[in-house]
């Protein structure tokens, strides 16, 4: 009898809403990872599904502040030593310790597999790594590197031990696709994944900031937005990422749903090709033109002159965004608060498109990864531009072929999305703004030829300037020359929306657009 009862109990709890909701967490992102190898490329949608997995020497918060993970103290002991004290006790998934060792083989690795997007640019700034004993590790520095800690908030930590054989380029994606070497410290642990599938994970007991309450994280990659709300609407999963503005009122409405909003730091551009003889400018009869109007500065002020930003923002982001002065958002060190939003004046860019030798205009090809823009954005964009007579053809692939074919410099009009990822403004402008460098890693990004010794210059003595007002005066002079000399034009500052169920989670929301397992909780344990 009492076996009888103890068993009708077990069960009585195992089938009770909390334990029930608390069990397994589905998930649905508009973009899935690349590579389960959080080394493989700087992307935020790779980064955000290896969070899970891995975890990184140091750690963002919601607002992107910096806080301690695998580090749990860090200083400079001069202008090119830094030191960091590791965590104590913590073990990888296999039940291996984690040590210095296994920060000196991460820094070390990211430069022999990085692909597309190079995470190179966390590292940048390491000449070498010491390790003094098992919980210290002193990084030397190319010269003083007031941001490294920001840096290495995107710096993953792998196993030495299980990433051993597979830390080169044609290795990596076998060990790590497969399983054999995603082995992390992070709080949950891979099960299973391939391109464009589920991820799905299991929760790690041994975490060392305590175990999570979903025993299962399952991630799917729907890039479909009516598919992902459908889902959502049927109940086959438990939050989604990038809610369509067309669907929030009548998720807003759904008492079963819940729509939780924040400003994002993702910021949606338009880049120039700076290089002379450009592959896709035409006249109007569709021949190519000998010389590039986009080195002509009236042509750049043009283009600026002639995006209605509040247009892009009620039509194109269909209420889901805020007018952008500069590509990043206030929230970020050396944002300039003295940049004004950018006018829209259709009249001047007329005449300067005339002054400069276009009255009539030209064609130009826009590409875009369409999988990870907003629809209609490259549409608005090419009608406004219209204006001006420049015939854009809106060309919007797939990431998977937007990306190389950007790095091979087959564009010479591109959108994209940047977040400053890591809360300093010299992360975007030292990729995106300084002359492609490979020697001073720098402008690792910049794959369109634009260089400007002055920018340069700002870029490269902030990076060094340890003190935080000279610094910054730095930064804030070269976003505003960006601002000026227009290499690229902002479009506007994203506002991210996330549909949840409601009586199963709540979520806190990242100002970075990640979408973590660790910011949903089971909705009886948070109340």
Do not use: C
Not at 191 to 201: E, R
Not at 234 to 251: E, F, H, M, R, Y
């Amino acid at each position: 009898m009492k076996s009888m009862l103890r068993a009708a109990l077990v069960a009585t709890i195992l089938s009770s809403p909390a334990a029930a909701l608390a069990a397994e967490l589905v998930i649905a992102t508009k973009n899935g990872p690349a590579s389960m190898d959080p080394h493989f490329t700087a992307t935020a949608a790779n980064a955000e599904a290896t969070k899970h997995i891995f975890d990184t020497l140091l750690r963002s918060g919601n607002n992107l502040e910096i806080l301690p993970s695998l580090a749990t103290s860090w200083q400079t002991l001069d202008d090119t030593t830094w030191e960091f004290k590791l965590r104590q006790g913590v073990k990888f998934h296999d039940g291996s310790d984690f040590t210095a060792e296994d920060v000196k083989f991460s820094i070390e690795r990211i430069p022999n597999v990085t692909g597309p997007n190079p995470s190179t640019i966390y590292v940048r700034r390491v000449a070498g790594v010491e390790i003094v004993d098992d919980y210290t590790v002193r990084v030397k520095t190319n010269g003083p590197a007031p941001t490294l800690p920001n840096d290495f908030v995107r710096l993953f930590i792998v196993s030495h031990k299980a990433a051993a054989d597979y830390s080169t380029k044609d290795s990596s994606a076998e060990g790590f696709n497969m399983g054999r070497a995603t082995i992390g410290t992070g709080p949950y642990r891979f099960v299973s994944w391939a391109p464009t599938q589920d991820l799905v994970l299991e929760k790690f007991h041994g975490y060392w900031d305590g175990p999570q309450p979903w025993d299962k994280v399952v991630r799917k990659e729907i890039p479909n937005d009516a598919a992902r709300v459908a889902q959502l609407r049927a109940g086959q999963v438990d939050l989604i990422s990038k809610v369509p503005a067309t669907d929030l009122a009548s998720i807003e409405s759904d008492s079963a749903l819940q729509v939780i909003k924040t400003e994002s730091i993702y910021i949606p551009y338009l880049e120039f090709d700076f290089r002379e003889n450009s592959p896709q400018v035409w006249d109007n009869a569709g021949k190519k033109l000998d010389k590039n109007p986009f080195l002509d500065p009236r042509v750049r002020k043009a283009f600026d002159l002639a995006l209605d930003r509040e247009t892009i923002v009620e039509f194109a982001l269909e209420g889901m965004g805020v007018v952008s002065t500069q590509l990043v958002s206030p929230n970020i060190f050396g944002y300039n608060q003295d940049i004004a939003a950018p006018a829209f004046d259709l009249e001047a860019a007329l005449k300067l498109m005339a002054d400069a030798g276009y009255p009539d205009g030209f064609e130009v090809a826009l590409s875009y990864a369409n999988d990870r823009m907003p629809t209609e954005l490259g549409p608005t964009v090419a009608q406004l531009l219209a204006a001006i007579n420049v015939t854009v053809k809106v060309q919007g692939v797939p990431a998977a072929v937007f990306n190389p074919a950007k790095t091979r410099g087959e564009y010479s009009l591109y959108m994209a999305s940047w977040g400053t990822l890591t809360g300093e403004s010299n992360y975007m402008l030292s990729s995106l703004m300084h002359t492609n460098d490979a020697a001073k890693s720098l402008g690792a990004f910049n794959v369109r030829g634009y260089s400007n010794s002055q920018m340069d210059k700002l870029i490269e003595d902030a990076a060094i300037e340890m003190n935080e007002a000279k610094r910054r005066a730095l930064l804030e002079e070269a976003n505003m020359l960006v601002a000026t000399d227009r290499p690229d034009l902002p479009l506007a500052t994203n506002l991210s929306a996330w549909g949840a169920k409601a009586d199963k989670v709540t979520y806190d929301p990242r100002s970075d657009e990640d979408t973590l397992a660790m910011d949903v909780q089971p909705k009886q344990e948070a109340e």
